[in-house]
């Protein structure tokens, strides 16, 4: 067979396999279908499947194969991440500036400390430091890797439990997306890469002086010339954060954000999201897993990985609960914030698998750390859905 045909049955597993779990399982209520997709990919990947049936994945997803899949999903997450940073209300971000500050930074830190805290005492024990890894970078990474929020998820999420252009969903945006941007930065400095830090530095001056050009040229043209202007701004802006190297994402996410919502029909804005996750974001999702190396040492891997997910969701809850009392929030809405924010998944696991390829951690670190994230990720919604409920009751007079 031609690539073109092996290409269209990876396809077919891609959207089939998925799908029918999540439908005929009906895990809706605890495993949503992307968690759903991106644990297939996983499962459908080199370390499992692959391993059982080394000549399905040979033959399905070749390197061929494997390249027209990731190049369908980066640009199917650069537009969605895009579209979700359309969503963000700069003047409202800017307007509540100090408390953005005040939880992005109390949601970031104290997981991160706690996670952090967690690996100090898991690394004193051989087989969970890579080869190429120090101690202070394992600790480091594996601290990050519990704060992370994983952005796209998120956006996601909010979608189906109904907040995403509620005020509880600007909010979520806001705090979110300074920590993702947050997220590559330690990366430089996890590498010790001091030349990316500087590019970085490069990239965030040359983007302040093009988004105000970008800007003022989108605001004077038709509306469907801000769509096709809009998406060129997309790829230019992806290139240049992921040479800097903070990453495609935290581009896509910049690119959308600094552009005024109402430049675009809400309708149109609406039916672009759905369509990229009907069409396109499957592929994302599954490509990610079968990027994915699984290795398991043991019972002790699954004990590393309880132990990262009670940090990672302990701190992220008790980082926003210090917010929401320095803040004054009502009763109820802390909760709600902190178990949004504490989901994990893709983000983390891109994140991670940069440490396993440059060899800070082990595929045992990783494999605990992949554990935590689809478990925090798959809490999300069936803890967060009664919290809402219960806050809505509060505003009903």
């Known amino acids: 067979m031609g690539t073109t045909e092996i290409f269209l049955i990876a396809l077919t597993i891609i959207l089939a396999a998925p799908y029918a779990v999540w439908r005929l399982l009906r895990t809706d209520g605890w495993a949503p279908l992307v968690v759903v997709q991106i644990v297939g990919g996983i499962l459908l990947g080199p370390g499992v499947l692959g391993a059982v049936f080394p000549g399905y994945y040979t033959f399905v997803f070749n390197p061929q194969v494997v390249g027209a899949l990731n190049g369908v999903a980066w640009w199917a997450v650069m537009m969605f991440v895009f579209a979700a940073g359309l969503e963000l209300d700069l003047a409202d971000a800017w307007s509540n500036r100090r408390e953005t500050l005040i939880t992005s930074s109390a949601a970031l830190f104290t997981p ?26 394992a600790v480091l990474g594996i601290g990050m890797a519990c704060a992370v929020t994983a952005l796209p998820i ?8 109904g907040i995403f252009r509620e005020p509880m969903g600007q909010r979520l945006l806001r705090y979110a997306s300074l920590d993702d941007v947050a997220i590559w930065g330690v990366l430089a400095l996890i590498l010790v890469d001091w030349h990316r830090i500087e590019r970085q530095g490069l990239f965030l001056i040359g983007f302040a002086l093009a988004a105000w050009g970008v800007r003022r040229m989108i605001a004077r043209v038709a509306e469907s010339d801000r769509w096709y202007l809009g998406l060129i701004w ?7 954060a992921d040479w800097s190297g903070l990453h495609f994402m935290v581009g896509a996410f910049l690119a959308g954000a600094v552009l005024d919502a109402q430049w675009f029909d809400r309708e149109r804005r609406d039916s672009l999201r759905a369509f990229l996750l009907l069409t396109v974001m499957p592929v994302f999702f599954l490509s990610t897993g079968l990027r994915t190396q699984w290795g398991v040492g043991g019972l002790a891997v699954f004990g590393a990985a309880a132990l990262f997910l009670v940090a990672s969701v302990a701190g992220k809850l008790a980082g926003v609960h210090m917010a929401g009392r320095m803040l004054g929030w009502r009763k109820g809405e802390a909760s709600v914030i902190g178990w949004m ?19 800070v951690i082990t595929a045992e670190t990783f494999t605990a750390l992949l554990l935590m994230a689809v478990g925090s990720t798959m809490l999300t919604v069936p803890i967060v859905r009664p919290k809402l409920a219960r806050l809505a009751q509060q505003t009903v007079p």
């Open 112 to 137: 991160l400390a706690l996670g952090a805290g967690a690996a100090a005492l898991l690394l004193r024990s051989p087989g969970w430091i890579g080869l190429n890894g120090s101690y202070p970078q």
């Open 341 to 359: 924010l504490q989901t994990k998944a893709l983000i983390m696991i891109i994140f991670v698998n940069v440490l396993l390829d440059k060899g």
């Open 234 to 240: 997309l790829a230019g802006v992806g290139f240049a």
């Open 154 to 161: 998120l956006v996601l999420l909010m979608e189906k439990l």
